[in-house]
């Protein structure tokens, strides 16, 4: 294993805890348990994915969010992720969990009030500011599907390297 693997993984190992993950799956109204994913690929059995996120301040405002212009919902990334793997998606939504600085990127889970349990909430990494929680964002990256980061955190639809630009400032 090289070094720099090697190093990822510690500092994914050490950062994780310290992000305020907390590995407890809910909507963004309640405590509902996310429902299990129907088949796991290859190698990732009997490791399930990462859970949604908690919000861990006041909920997230979801009403008013306006489909961006030949974007997608969140619920469509999910529900055509085979089709887009691989290919940029644009979503606009809220910001209800972000972690900087793990990996050398900016973490943040996005909602649009679309979807249900494990399809309403968009894991997106972004080298971009980081936005806050709140924060209306557009999210332009390409969609990959089946990550695995290692302890635990593996994402069956993600987008990574995205651009991120805050629309509006949260008013929580």
Not at 20 to 26: A, D, I, R, V, W
Not at 62 to 79: N, Q, S
Not at 107 to 126: E, F, Y
Request: aromatic share 2%; proline share 8%; with cysteine.
């Amino acid at each position: 294993m090289s070094k720099a693997i090697i190093g990822s993984l510690l500092a994914l190992t050490l950062a994780l805890p310290l992000a305020g993950c907390n590995k407890s799956p809910s909507s963004t109204g309640g405590a509902a348990p996310a429902a299990a994913p129907a088949a796991m690929p290859s190698g990732m059995a009997g490791n399930p994915p990462h859970p949604m996120p908690a919000t861990d301040a006041a909920p997230v405002d979801l009403t008013g969010i306006v489909k961006a212009d030949g974007g997608k919902t969140v619920a469509e990334v999910f529900g055509e992720k085979d089709a887009l793997a691989g290919k940029p998606v644009t979503v606009r939504g809220k910001v209800v969990k972000a972690n900087s600085g793990i990996m050398g990127k900016n973490w943040i889970h996005v909602r649009d009030g679309s979807g249900s349990d494990g399809t309403n909430d968009l894991t997106v990494t972004t080298t971009t500011a980081q936005p806050n929680v709140g924060d209306t964002v557009l999210v332009t990256g390409p969609v990959s599907l089946n990550k695995d980061f290692g302890m635990g955190y593996q994402y069956d639809v993600i987008v990574e390297d995205a651009q991120v630009t805050v629309e509006s400032a949260a008013t929580l």
